[in-house]
C-alpha cells in the first residue's frame, strides 16, 4: 500500500513566482512527516519536519509546509523561487510505531528565467 | 561536524560481478540506514541497524545483497551477484538513535550494472 503520494512528478516555474509541492498520505494512525530536498548528485538534506504542535511548519531556504488531518496532505510551498532551488523534492512519513521512513516518488523543480 | 562519508562515488560492474560499499556514519550516531534509489523513485529503505544490530532488513534481497556493521561504527553493503535491476544511487544515512531529529544522508553511490 502506498503510504504517501506525490502526484506532480514534475513542477516548472519561473523565478520569483510562488509554488507548491504536493503531499499527500494514507494512515489511520498517526503520521510524522517529512520534505527532503535533493540537488543533483547529492544526497538528501532535510527541509523541514512535522511532529506535532502547530500545524504550519517552518524549514530551510524560505520553505514551509502545512499539515492538513483532514485532507491527509502536507504541502511544501514557497512564496518566491529561486533558481536555485531547482532540485528533487521528497516527501516522507513515518506512520505509528514503524521505524523507517517511507518516501515518495519526489517532485522535480525546474526553475527558469 | 563531518558528514556522512560513502564511498566509492561511482560504480560500473558487469552483471553477475560483486560490489562493495562503505559508509561512515557521523561520529556518536548510533541508527545507520541503507536506502536504494533507482531512477525516477524515491529512496527505498533496504536495511536498518542500531548499533551493530539489525532493526528492519524486510525489504534487503537476502538472495544476493548483504550488509554488516561491525563494532557498531563503518557499515558495508555488497551485492553478489549483481543484476541489471540493481542499477541505482545506494544512499547511506544515519541519526542519533532517535529517529526524529531526521537523518542525515551521505551524498550516494551510483552503481550501473552493464
Known amino acids: 500500500a502506498q503510504s504517501v503520494t506525490q502526484l506532480d512528478s514534475q513542477v516548472p516555474v519561473f523565478e520569483e513566482a510562488p509554488v507548491e509541492l504536493r503531499c499527500n498520505y494514507s494512515s489511520s494512525v498517526s503520521v510524522y512527516l517529512f520534505w527532503y530536498v535533493q540537488y543533483p548528485n547529492q544526497g538528501l538534506q532535510l527541509l523541514l519536519k512535522?511532529?506535532?504542535?502547530?500545524?504550519l511548519v517552518k524549514g530551510i531556504n524560505g520553505f514551509e509546509a502545512e499539515f492538513n488531518k483532514s485532507q491527509t496532505s502536507f504541502h511544501l510551498r514557497k512564496p518566491s523561487v529561486h533558481i536555485s532551488d531547482t532540485a528533487e523534492y521528497f516527501c516522507a512519513v513515518r506512520i505509528g510505531t514503524a521505524s523507517k521512513l517511507t518516501f515518495g516518488t519526489g517532485t522535480r523543480l525546474q526553475v527558469t528565467l | 561536524e563531518a558528514g556522512v562519508a560513502q564511498s566509492p562515488r561511482y560504480k560500473i560492474i558487469e552483471k553477475r560481478q560483486s560490489v562493495a560499499f562503505w559508509c561512515n556514519p557521523i561520529?556518536?550516531?548510533?541508527?545507520l540506514y541503507w536506502y536504494q534509489q533507482i531512477l525516477g523513485q524515491g529512496p527505498k529503505l533496504l536495511i536498518q541497524f542500531q548499533n551493530n544490530g539489525v532493526v528492519d532488513d524486510s525489504q534487503l534481497p537476502k538472495d544476493r545483497f548483504s550488509a554488516e556493521r561491525l563494532k557498531g561504527v563503518d557499515s558495508t553493503l555488497k551485492i553478489q551477484p549483481a543484476k541489471l535491476e540493481d542499477s541505482a544511487v545506494y544512499l547511506c544515512?544515519?541519526?542519533?538513535?532517535?529517529?526524529?531529529?531526521?537523518?542525515?544522508f551521505g551524498s550516494g553511490t551510483r552503481l550501473t550494472v552493464v
Open positions: 561520529s556518536g550516531h548510533a541508527t
Open positions: 512535522y511532529l506535532s504542535g502547530s500545524t
Open positions: 544515512a544515519s541519526s542519533f538513535g532517535w529517529w526524529i531529529y531526521g537523518y542525515t
